[in-house]
Nanobody, 117 residues
Framework: QVQLVESGGGLAQAGGSLRLSCAAS????????MGWYRQAPEKQRELVAV???????NYADSVKGRFTISRDNANNTVYLQMNSLKPEDTAVYYC???????????WGQGTQVTVSS
């Protein structure tokens, strides 16, 4: 079955950077649409970034110009490079894939990102 294994979360200072990784088994990222979500306590889940199977990307307004989603086809891994971090970026970040579905239907376990002021 599909498994998404996330890593790279942790603590960062405001203005710093982190790179999140999501490695997959049971699915090929290059022929599917990938996304990163985040959810802060008492907040709605937010779609942060999307990497489509066609190679295009899209970002939430809150992270445009600061975050970059990328894909390593050889290693079947998707990344989220997070620069110029702000305290409001603090959340649990989830890797997700749309696999034979109109909605994201497979998820990683989540990784905590905490940004201090």
């Amino acid at each position: 079955q599909v498994q998404l294994v996330e890593s790279g979360g942790g603590l960062a200072q405001a203005g710093g950077s982190l790179r999140l990784s999501c490695a997959a088994s049971g699915i090929i990222f290059s022929i599917n649409t990938m996304g990163w979500y985040r959810q802060a306590p008492e907040k709605q889940r937010e779609l942060v970034a999307v990497f489509t199977k066609g190679g295009s990307t899209n970002y939430a307004d809150s992270v445009k110009g600061r975050f970059t989603i990328s894909r390593d086809n050889a290693n079947n891994t998707v990344y989220l490079q997070m620069n110029s971090l702000k305290p409001e970026d603090t959340a649990v970040y989830y890797c997700a894939v749309r696999w034979r579905s109109a909605v994201f239907n497979s998820w990683g376990q989540g990784t905590q990102v905490t940004v201090s002021s």
